[in-house]
């Protein structure tokens, strides 16, 4: 089968000879993938931030399908259209029960080498093999498209999941560090839930567009202070979304949070060690909260803000690319000329 392989440091590979997966336990399935996308996680075994990545990995951890086979304990059934979750979890464990599906002991994640748990192959390719199949797919409901539901698999869940943890009130002036996919959902979440003014900071001139033309405030990092002192009188903003996953990011963020803030941090962060501003966020109070967005938790939710009108996360997508291109998606996403790669598989 076809898939995309990860070979080393800004080198994917479209192999076309992949062993096609097969149900090896009871809770197993095996999905026909239909859509699937480049991710920002997904840059960090790209740009050589993972050195002990292994070559060979197939990627991709979001992606929409149709079942075509279940193991004998899987309640999912063959033909059914169904959103994987990125976060593979056993459903069942301490963690899992208590809605925690990122710390169960099993957790996983599609196509990301053993960074997190085992290897498990990804849906960058044209069939996936989905462990806890009951627990990681959910179906797709009928007023929903397949591009539409992809988003519910990571990133939309974690542009939601930043807005639960912020405790925002409304009307409040927002930040949202990062103009990526997870950036824009998360500024789409935080309008829905009642946000004031909304400011994008983002380096890439394309995605402060993109932003613009969503109705976000957009502003490059090196003008954001002077931005948000204008919106907040001086105050600083009572929330920060940090979306990249970078030390400099975190600490942009920081550097704008106001007294009382909340910071969501939900950038998937790979550093050992950062230097915290202590004395400026004991001084302020600040609140820094750490965030793994959960799509098994909060799905049947966006399914709905979706279906209500209310949320349109297919609005980010710059780019819909055949699965046979994806190499030249991965350039675009590395040189950040797209906010959102989708593969549209045949």
């Known amino acids: 089968m076809l898939g995309a392989v990860y070979r080393g440091a800004h080198h994917v590979e479209l192999c076309t000879d992949l062993a096609m997966p097969t149900v090896a336990e009871p809770g197993d399935a095996v999905v026909r993938v239909t859509r699937s996308a480049i991710c920002g996680t997904d840059l960090h075994p790209y740009r050589g931030e993972l050195p002990d990545f292994a070559a060979g990995t197939v990627l991709g ?80 409901p009928d007023d929903l498209t397949d591009e539409q539901a992809l988003f519910t698999g990571d990133v939309l869940a974690t542009g939601y999941q930043a807005t639960l943890a912020a405790g925002m009130a409304p009307g409040d002036t927002v930040v949202v560090v990062g103009g990526g996919a997870v950036g824009l959902t998360a500024g789409l979440c935080l309008r829905v839930t009642g946000a004031g003014a909304i400011v994008i900071a983002e380096l890439a001139a394309e995605r402060r567009q993109a932003a613009a033309q969503l109705g976000f405030l957009s502003s490059h990092p090196d003008e954001l202070p002077g931005l948000v002192a204008q919106l907040t009188r001086g105050a600083g903003a009572p929330v920060v ?45 600040l609140t820094v ?58």
């Not at 400099?248 to 962060?269: D, E, I, K, M, N």
């Not at 550093?271 to 915290?276: E, I, T």
Request: glycine letters at 10%; proline letters at 5%; a negative charge.
């Open 61 to 140: 951890h979001e992606f929409t399908g149709v079942v075509v086979e279940a193991g004998v304990a899987a309640s999912v059934k063959p033909g059914q259209r169904v959103v994987g979750s990125d976060i593979v979890a056993c459903g069942r464990c301490p963690m899992c029960i208590r809605g925690w599906h990122y710390q169960c002991a099993d957790v996983t994640l599609f196509g990301y080498s053993t960074v997190v748990g085992r290897s498990l192959g990804g849906a960058q390719a044209e069939y996936v093999l989905v462990p806890h199949a009951d627990v990681v797919l959910a179906e797709i």
């Open 241 to 285: 979304v940090e979306a990249v996953g970078t030390d400099a990011a975190l600490g942009l963020a920081l550097s704008v949070a106001g007294p009382q803030a909340t910071v969501v941090s939900v950038g998937a962060h790979h550093g050992v060690a950062f230097p915290f501003p202590t004395g400026a966020a004991f001084a302020r109070e």
């Open 289 to 346: 909260k750490f965030v793994v967005g959960n799509p098994i938790r909060v799905r049947d939710t966006l399914f709905r803000l979706i279906a209500s009108g209310r949320l349109d996360p297919t609005a980010v997508v710059s780019h819909r690319l055949p699965l046979t291109d994806v190499v030249n998606g991965y350039d675009l996403f590395d040189r950040q000329e797209a906010t959102k790669v989708v593969l549209v598989h045949g």
